[in-house]
């Protein structure tokens, strides 16, 4: 069970509902529990147990139904054995058949000598009752859906009688029931309604201040909790007044720290600006046996400028400091223009770049990363491909059980990385030939800032080597479902 | 001789540009401060052909002063941007600055820039005068004046900047059919583009969101890929796409 709420709510709901049940059984179990005697359950009515004896005491808790029908069984059966010693059976039957109409009862009536002075076919239970011997009151026997009861009584003669009933159960249980039932619902209801307030009471705070945090970690540093809580003072308030304070301390950080990554970008740049003016100035000015220097001074200015940027970048992922904005990128457009640049750069070596393969594809992500971290990629591999080659990108949107990827794969036709050096690649300022990469230019960060990229965006980027020759790079980001 | 003002605070580097750009036909004048900046453009408009304004000021930031240029005068500006901030230059150039260059730059390409400028504002106010008349061009719900130089989406005027307008001229002649963004380079920045050089792209953004990116349920200007850009023709919208060949001539 995921949801806080629904815990909550179960528990107690169950919790109440085994609370309702147990009385229930209980006041069913016993007659005269000290406890189910107490006003407030007076209406809890008991069922009597299957046999027994019932003594009518003035004021007592019997048996409800059954007392009552014992008390005017009795009376009818002292009126029937007047009529029978007055009138004879005739008369008895006649009445006995009244009796029987308006009531719904089966009356049989035995003589002192155990011999039925009804005509009703006799059943075993009532036989069984009519050999019982009888204490005073009444005695009555539950069998299936009827119950019998017999009695004992003297006619004016004083000669004994007895008189027994079957009636069906189902007459005096529906009482209890019915009450019993409204009872469990009455019940039912109140536990419904305290333990839905009481898990919302907990849970829906919980669930406010968990929104408030994924907009934060989404990267709305101003979110606050404040008064979404509402006026409440308890622990989770407290805990929403920590969150705030924790989240000023964020933001304030993290502003800092941007502004430090600024501020070192300006300043690492302003010298090289100067630098390249004075370069065009002084080129300008002297002959060209100075030119061979001054190149060189450019190519390492322009290193340089590289290096600070992408180690800035690096910086910059590394630390969070960057509020990623994430919206849908359409990855087949970005790859699209990626390689038309890259294919221009490619020229200078006589070499192309062109999409193999692509699909639709969107992906939830910071348009400007995706582009940094593909780039350099792209470059590199640009960079490494033999002259009069090719280098080939694909896109394709696949499906992992529940979740869509967007599995990007450049291809190109160089030499290759060594197998034990692949998962290095991605190590910042690792290089695997060295003195040739440095000559074909790149900054050993390329990689580095595409693996933090990509990791950024919850996927993952690794490199092989293709059969045919050449390094294939794989880049699986989480695309949005279409 | 063109008469440039640039207006940052790198006095250093100020230096050095006057130095580099006299021979090539520049005159500099430099300024060290937001504030003296602005009011040197403001009161000796008519004296600069083109400004070279520094984004990160101290004190008065590089946007407050564009900002209060612009909304008195219209000449040129080329904004110098730090390099990793995207934002900075699509704000600049929603503002109204005409072209960026982020730091570090290569002198020469700052050059080709400011003369691409320059060559823009020339023809245009050359247009006044003795260029083909103005005209209206229609299309859907928006009016370009070529004469005025002002724009209205269905009755509302649109403020644009000077590349701005130029980018919507360009599309607007050639509605339902593809331009190339080595097309629009030429016509609206006057040079070439560089690799992974966004300016035409940064512009075109900009351009969206102030018309609006859909005319009800079509996007306004689509993106080709592999071609270019395509200002939707809203008489026959399913005809834009790739079947149409790239527009061969543009502007007049």
């Known amino acids: 069970m995921r949801s806080l709420f629904v815990k909550i709510f179960v528990w107690f709901w169950v919790g109440m509902l085994l609370i309702g049940v147990a009385s229930f059984l209980s006041a069913m179990a016993t007659e005269s529990l000290p406890l189910f005697s107490m006003p407030w359950l007076r209406f809890l009515v008991r069922r009597p147990p299957d046999e027994g004896h019932l003594r009518l005491r003035p004021g007592s808790f019997a048996g409800h139904g059954i007392g009552m029908v014992g008390n005017s069984l009795r009376l009818s059966g002292q009126t029937g054995a007047e009529i029978y010693e007055r009138n004879g059976k005739t008369a008895l039957l006649d009445y006995v058949d009244n009796l029987e109409n308006a009531v719904g009862i089966e009356i049989f009536i035995f003589n002192g000598q155990k011999e039925q002075l009804t005509a009703h076919p006799v059943s075993e239970e009532v036989q069984e009752l009519s050999l019982h011997q009888i204490r005073a009151g009444l005695d009555y026997k539950r069998a299936g859906d009827w119950i019998f009861t017999a009695q004992r009584f003297t006619g004016p003669s004083g000669r004994r009688y007895m008189l027994i009933s079957r009636l069906p159960a189902r007459r005096f249980l529906q009482r209890d029931f019915r009450s019993q039932a409204m009872n469990l619902i009455f019940i039912f209801l109140t536990a419904s309604g305290l333990c839905y307030w009481l898990a919302r009471h907990i849970s829906s705070p919980i669930s406010k201040l968990g929104a408030v945090a994924r907009r934060l970690a989404d990267g709305d540093l101003k979110a606050r909790v404040g008064a979404v809580l509402g006026r409440r003072n308890d622990e989770i308030s407290d805990l929403g007044k920590d969150f705030d304070q924790m989240a000023e301390r964020m933001e304030s950080l993290i502003g800092s720290q941007k502004r430090l990554l600024r501020d070192i970008s300006h300043e690492f740049r302003s010298p090289l600006t100067r630098l390249i003016i004075a370069l065009e100035i002084a080129r300008r000015r002297d002959g060209p046996e100075a030119e061979n220097a001054l190149e060189r001074i450019e190519l390492e200015a322009e290193r340089l400028n590289a290096l600070i940027g992408k180690l800035l970048m690096l910086a910059r992922l590394e630390s969070g400091a960057d509020q990623i904005e994430k919206m849908p990128v359409d990855m087949a457009e970005l790859l699209e223009e990626l390689v038309v640049d890259a294919d221009f750069e490619a020229r200078e070596r006589n070499c192309k770049v062109r999409v193999a393969s692509t699909q639709n594809c969107l992906v939830n992500g910071n348009r400007e990363l995706l582009r940094s971290a593909i780039e350099n990629v792209l470059r590199n591999a640009v960079r490494h491909t033999a002259e009069n080659t090719e280098v080939t990108v694909s896109l394709q949107l696949a499906s992992d059980g529940g979740s869509a990827f967007a599995g990007i794969e450049v291809r190109d036709n160089g030499p290759g990385v060594p197998e034990a050096s692949l998962a290095d690649l991605f190590s910042p300022f690792y290089r695997v030939g060295d003195a040739r990469d440095r000559k074909q230019g790149g900054t050993g960060l390329g990689l580095a800032i595409t693996e933090r990229a990509v990791k950024l965006h919850g996927g993952r980027v690794r490199a092989v080597n293709a059969h045919e020759g050449g390094l294939i790079v794989k880049i699986d980001l989480p695309a949005i479902k279409q | ?252």
């Open chain 2, 1 to 252: 001789m063109s008469r440039i003002l640039v207006i940052d605070d790198d006095s250093e580097l100020c230096e050095l540009l006057t130095d580099y750009l006299k021979p090539e036909g520049f005159e500099v004048t430099s300024v060290h401060d937001g504030e003296q900046g602005l009011q040197l453009a403001v009161s000796r408009a008519g004296d600069f052909d083109l400004i070279v304004l520094d984004i990160m000021l101290p004190g008065m930031n590089g946007f407050e002063v564009l900002q209060r240029l612009r909304s008195r005068f219209d000449t040129p500006v080329l904004m110098l941007t730090a390099r990793d901030e995207e934002v900075d230059r699509i704000v600049g150039l929603e503002m109204g600055a005409d072209d960026y260059l982020p730091k570090p730059f290569n002198p020469r390409e700052l050059i080709a820039r400011a003369r691409a400028i320059l060559r823009r504002t020339h023809d245009r106010n050359g247009k006044h005068g003795s260029g083909p008349a103005p005209e209206t061009i229609v299309v859907g719900d928006i009016e370009l004046d070529t004469g005025t130089r002002v724009v209205h989406r269905s009755g509302e005027q649109i403020d644009l900047t000077s590349a701005e307008f130029g980018l919507l001229e360009m599309l607007l002649r050639a509605a339902g059919r593809v331009v190339t963004r080595e097309q629009l380079a030429e016509g609206v920045l006057g040079r070439s583009l560089t690799a992974y050089d966004r300016s035409v792209d940064v512009h075109l953004s900009s351009l969206r969101k102030k018309l609006g990116h859909k005319v009800g349920e079509i996007e306004r200007i689509k993106t080709v890929r592999g071609a270019g850009y395509i200002y939707v023709n809203p008489a026959q919208p399913e005809k834009s796409g790739s079947d149409g060949d790239p527009a061969d001539t543009i502007l007049p």
